[in-house]
C-alpha cells in the first residue's frame, strides 16, 4: 500500500489523524494533514483504507 495526500485539498478536519495517528499528522499552524510514512505496515491498512474515506476533503489516496 502506498499513501499520498493532497494538502492543498486538506481543510483541516483531523478525521485522518483521529482514525490513523500513526500515518497522519497535522501542522500546528493551520492543521493541513502531514503524511508520517508513504507506506504504513500492514496492520494499519485498514486505518489507513477508513481515514481516506472519512475524510472530508478526499485528499486521501491510496494504491495497493
Known sequence: ???TVEQ???VA???CVA???DVFDQRDEDGVVVLLT???AADLAD???YAAA???AL???IED
Do not use: N, W, Y
Open 1 to 3: 500500500m502506498k499513501v
Open 8 to 10: 492543498d485539498k486538506c
Open 13 to 15: 478536519a483531523g478525521q
Open 19 to 21: 482514525t490513523a495517528p
Open 38 to 40: 508513504e507506506e504504513p
Open 47 to 49: 486505518d489507513v483504507r
Open 54 to 56: 472519512v475524510c472530508p
Open 59 to 61: 485528499a486521501i489516496h
